[in-house]
């Protein structure tokens, strides 16, 4: 009795149209997805087959190094207080200074003395302060059309030179003793007005540090200015300009961050306290 012949016969074509149908599936899929619509990119050029291909699998076609410009770092000042700057700054000499001082006389007054409340009083600042801002000048890192000119035309033992000069001429900036107008102990918070409360307390809520802590009075932070007898007009212009994001050398955007987050009246009233220093003839 003969059988007839079962669908797993070797002579049935079924198996080998399936197989066959399923590989040209896979090609054509494997084609598409790798090489056809790995070209097409939204809102980018579209990419070389091989690019295509290779951003398809997870890698990355172009072994090359980058091309495209990056940004600057942007750095706020390229001063750090390193032994060797405090070196040079320390090198200044007195006598050379006071040469180079003649061209600062204009603006900063006879002797550093400012008779302007717009521009800076430098007698008596700390010859750190000043050697880091010409610099700052120099660098563009806080630009100002005539302080950038002069400062370039500066070499660093000048600016070393001057700032000796300024630091050691009477009459202008004072740390003042470091109890001067401070409250009590423990008053600090509690009082009403509000710049002697900036100045010897801050602000802990809102993360403002006492100014007295870096600009006295009483003693600096190296490299940061002292206030008291500076011109209020002066003082209050560059808390505003932190605050506006104008001025940009403060280190680690300290300055910054603290004059974003004192109001105007705030801004005025510790300008105020600091200025009130300023003798008048």
Same mark, same amino acid.
């Given at each position: 009795?003969?059988?007839?012949?079962?669908?797993?016969?070797?002579?049935?074509?079924?198996?080998?149209?399936?197989?066959?149908?399923?590989?040209?599936?896979?090609?054509?899929?494997?084609?598409?997805?790798?090489?056809?619509?790995?070209?097409?990119?939204?809102?980018?050029?579209?990419?070389?087959?091989?690019?295509?291909?290779?951003?398809?699998?997870?890698?990355?076609?172009?072994?090359?190094?980058?091309?495209?410009? +990056?940004?600057? &770092?942007?750095?706020?000042?390229?001063? *750090?207080?390193?032994? %060797?700057? @405090?070196?040079?700054? !320390?090198? =200044?000499?007195?006598?050379?200074?006071?040469?180079?001082?003649?061209?600062?006389?204009?603006?900063?007054?006879?002797?550093?003395?400012?008779?302007?409340?717009?521009?800076?009083?430098?007698?008596?600042?700390?010859?750190?302060?000043?050697?880091?801002?010409?610099?700052?000048?120099?660098?563009?890192?806080?630009?100002?059309?005539?302080?950038?000119?002069?400062?370039?035309?500066?070499?660093? +033992?000048?600016? &070393?030179?001057?700032?000796?000069?300024? *630091?050691?001429?009477? %009459?202008? @900036?004072?740390?003042? !003793?470091? =109890?001067?107008?401070?409250?009590?102990?423990?008053?600090?918070?509690?009082?009403?007005?509000?710049?002697?409360?900036?100045?010897?307390?801050?602000?802990?809520?809102?993360?403002?540090?006492?100014?007295?802590?870096?600009?006295?009075?009483?003693?600096?932070?190296?490299?940061?200015?002292?206030?008291?007898?500076?011109?209020?007009?002066?003082?209050?212009?560059?808390?505003?300009?932190?605050? +506006?994001?104008?001025?940009?050398?403060?280190?680690?955007?300290?300055?910054?961050?603290?004059?974003?987050?004192?109001?105007?009246?705030?801004?005025?009233?510790?300008?105020?306290?600091?200025?009130?220093?300023?003798?008048?003839?």
């Amino acid at each position: 009795m003969v059988r007839e012949p079962g669908p797993f016969k070797p002579d049935n074509p079924l198996p080998r149209i399936a197989w066959r149908t399923i590989g040209a599936v896979f090609i054509v899929s494997f084609l598409l997805g790798f090489f056809v619509l790995g070209r097409f990119q939204q809102d980018g050029p579209t990419l070389g087959t091989w690019a295509a291909f290779c951003r398809a699998v997870g890698l990355t076609s172009d072994s090359r190094a980058a091309v495209e410009l +990056q940004p600057p &770092a942007r750095t706020p000042t390229r001063i *750090a207080w390193t032994g %060797n700057t @405090l070196a040079r700054i !320390a090198s =200044g000499k007195e006598e050379h200074g006071a040469f180079v001082a003649l061209n600062c006389v204009v603006c900063h007054g006879e002797g550093g003395v400012s008779r302007s409340s717009l521009i800076p009083t430098l007698a008596g600042m700390n010859s750190a302060v000043i050697y880091k801002q010409l610099d700052d000048y120099r660098s563009s890192k806080r630009p100002w059309g005539v302080m950038s000119a002069i400062a370039t035309a500066l070499t660093e +033992q000048d600016s &070393a030179d001057v700032a000796a000069y300024f *630091a050691r001429r009477p %009459n202008g @900036l004072t740390s003042a !003793a470091a =109890g001067e107008g401070a409250p009590e102990g423990g008053r600090s918070l509690r009082q009403h007005d509000p710049a002697t409360r900036l100045v010897f307390a801050g602000d802990p809520g809102r993360g403002i540090p006492p100014c007295a802590a870096c600009h006295g009075p009483g003693v600096e932070k190296l490299g940061a200015p002292a206030l008291r007898g500076q011109h209020a007009e002066y003082v209050e212009r560059q808390l505003g300009a932190f605050a +506006q994001g104008m001025r940009r050398n403060d280190i680690n955007e300290q300055m910054r961050a603290i004059a974003q987050e004192l109001k105007p009246d705030e801004i005025h009233a510790v300008a105020g306290y600091y200025g009130a220093a300023v003798e008048h003839e």
